[in-house]
C-alpha cells in the first residue's frame, strides 16, 4: 500500500483527506490544530475513530465514499448515517439527469428539489405528463411565498412559428422545420419541404420584414395541401399528421401571437399536458423549449446564473431520439441560465444527453444494461455496480454532480419520502421527513 511505512497518525490524516471525513465544523477544527502543532491525544483519538468507523464502513457497508458536503441552500437528501448532503442549487446550472425505473423515487426527487429551489429561481417549468405530479406542489410552495400556475394542455396558447425575440425568421425556418419533422415522425424529405412552406408563409404574413402576424400550423397544413406541385409523399405526410394535432389542439394552436417564452420564463408554471397524446406533448414541449433555447441563444447570454429550471419526469421523447431539437441544442444551451432535470426509465439516451448531463443520479433499474451504462457515465467501479443491483431501494439513489470536488465522486443518498394529500394538500407524514433535514429555526429556502 502506498501509505504503509508512514506514522499511524499521517496514515490516518491521508485517509480521512482522501474520504472526506471531516467537512463538518468539529473535523475541521481537528484538522486546524493538527496542522498548527497543537493536537493532543484528543484530537488524534477523534481522528483515529473517525477513520476505524469508515474502515468497518467500507468492508461491512455500502462501497461508496461519504461526500461529507454540509455547505450549500440544496439539501440533496441523507447519507447513510442520516446526515443531510448539501450542495449549491447554481450546481444545476448544469443539467441533470436521473435514471430509475417506475417507483424508484423519481417524481420523489425532483418534488424534494424542487420545493427548496422554487424560491431561488425567478422561473419554473414543470410538465406532467401522465399524472398530475407537480400541480400537487401548489399549496406547499404558497406557504413559502411562491405561486405555482397550473396550465391545462387545453389552456395554453401556443404557436410553434412564432419567431423567439432576437431571432432571425429565416434560420428559425429552418429549425422550426427539422422540429417539426422529428416530432411529427415525417420522412426525412419532408424536412425540406417545410422549410420552404415555412419560408413563404414567413414572406406572405411579413415576418421577415419585421411583422409579427405570424402564420399558425393551420396555414402550413392548407399550403402543403395546396402544393400539388411539390413531393407527393412528402405532403400528404404533413397534411395527414398535421389533420389531428389540428382538429385535437385547434384552441391550443390557432393563436398568430401567442404566449413568448420570454414572458413565461419569470413565471413558475406546472404544465398539465395529461389527457393529450404523445405526439401533442412532444408538439407543445418542443414549441416551448426550442423558442427560449434559441432565443438565449441568439441574445448572446453567456455564463449566468441560473434563473429558470426546467423539469421533466418523463423525458424519454426528449432524450431517445437524435431528431429531438432539444438533443441538437441541450449541449449549446448549458451557460444560457437554463437549468434542465430531466428522468427517464432507462438508459436508452443519445450520446449528446449523457455527456452534457454533468449531475447524474441513478436509481433502482430493471435492466443490467441500464446500470452498466449510466455506471459507465458516472464512474462507478465494478464493485459499486454489483452492489447496486441488489441493494438499491425506491428512494436510493447513487449521485454524481459535476461540480463540488466532494460530490464529484459517487455518493449514495436517500430522499424522504415524501406523501402529499392530493385533496387538501396537507400531509403531516411528509412535513415530518422532510424538516428533520435541517438544523433548527433555519429556513432551508433562504440562500
Known amino acids: 500500500m502506498a501509505n504503509e511505512g508512514l506514522p499511524k497518525h499521517i496514515a490516518d490524516l491521508i485517509y480521512a483527506n482522501e474520504h472526506s471525513l471531516f467537512n463538518d465544523r468539529l473535523g475541521k477544527a481537528v484538522l486546524r490544530s493538527i496542522n498548527l502543532g497543537v493536537a493532543r491525544e484528543f484530537e488524534y483519538g477523534i481522528l483515529q475513530s473517525r477513520v476505524l468507523k469508515d474502515r468497518i464502513r467500507q468492508l461491512l457497508g455500502p462501497p461508496f465514499r461519504n461526500p461529507g458536503a454540509t ?147 393551420f396555414d402550413v397544413r392548407e399550403a402543403a395541401a395546396a402544393d400539388k406541385g411539390a413531393h407527393a409523399e412528402s405532403r400528404r405526410a404533413i397534411v395527414t399528421s398535421l389533420n389531428p394535432i389540428l382538429v385535437s389542439l385547434g384552441e391550443v394552436l390557432r393563436y398568430r401571437f401567442a404566449w413568448t417564452s420570454e414572458d413565461l420564463a419569470g413565471l413558475h408554471l406546472a404544465f398539465d399536458l395529461s389527457g393529450i397524446t404523445d405526439i401533442e406533448q412532444n408538439l407543445l414541449l418542443n414549441a416551448l423549449l426550442l423558442r427560449e433555447f434559441r432565443s438565449r441563444l441568439d441574445r448572446g447570454i453567456s455564463n449566468p446564473k ?62 443490467a444494461n441500464d446500470y452498466d451504462t449510466i455506471g459507465a457515465a458516472m464512474g462507478l467501479t465494478t464493485d459499486q455496480r454489483r452492489w447496486l443491483t441488489t441493494n438499491l431501494i425506491p428512494g436510493m439513489f447513487v449521485g454524481c454532480l459535476g461540480q463540488g470536488q466532494a460530490l464529484r465522486r459517487p455518493f449514495l443518498f436517500r430522499v424522504p419520502d415524501l406523501r402529499f394529500n392530493r385533496r387538501n394538500g396537507q400531509d403531516q407524514r411528509a412535513s415530518n421527513h422532510v424538516s428533520h433535514l435541517f438544523p433548527a429555526n433555519h429556513n432551508p429556502f433562504e440562500q
Open 71 to 217: 455547505r450549500g441552500n440544496l439539501v440533496l437528501g441523507q447519507d447513510f448515517e442520516e446526515n443531510a448532503i448539501r450542495c449549491p442549487a447554481q450546481y444545476f446550472n448544469e443539467h441533470a439527469l436521473t435514471v430509475a425505473t417506475t417507483g424508484s423515487g423519481k417524481t420523489t426527487r425532483s418534488r424534494f428539489h424542487i420545493l427548496q429551489m422554487a424560491c431561488l429561481l425567478s422561473g419554473l417549468w414543470c410538465f406532467d405528463f401522465r399524472k398530475r405530479e407537480y400541480a400537487i406542489l401548489k399549496p406547499y410552495l404558497e406557504r413559502v411565498g411562491v405561486e405555482l400556475i397550473v396550465v391545462p394542455a387545453r389552456q395554453m396558447r401556443i404557436n410553434p412559428l412564432h419567431v423567439p425575440r432576437y431571432t432571425d425568421p429565416r434560420n428559425y425556418a429552418s429549425i422550426m422545420a427539422d422540429g417539426l419533422v422529428g416530432v411529427l415522425d415525417l420522412p426525412a424529405k419532408a424536412a425540406r419541404l417545410l422549410h420552404l412552406i415555412i419560408l413563404e408563409l414567413y414572406r406572405q404574413f411579413s415576418v421577415l420584414d419585421g411583422g409579427q402576424n405570424y402564420p399558425t400550423l
Open 306 to 367: 441560473m434563473d429558470l429550471l426546467v423539469v421533466c419526469d418523463e423525458a424519454a421523447r426528449l432524450c431517445s431520439s437524435g431528431d429531438s431539437s432539444v438533443t441538437d441544442l441541450i449541449g449549446a444551451i448549458r451557460g444560457t441560465g437554463i437549468g434542465l432535470d430531466l428522468s427517464v426509465q432507462s438508459a436508452d439516451l443519445t450520446r449528446s444527453i449523457l455527456s452534457n448531463t454533468p449531475n447524474k443520479f441513478l436509481g433502482r433499474c430493471a435492466s
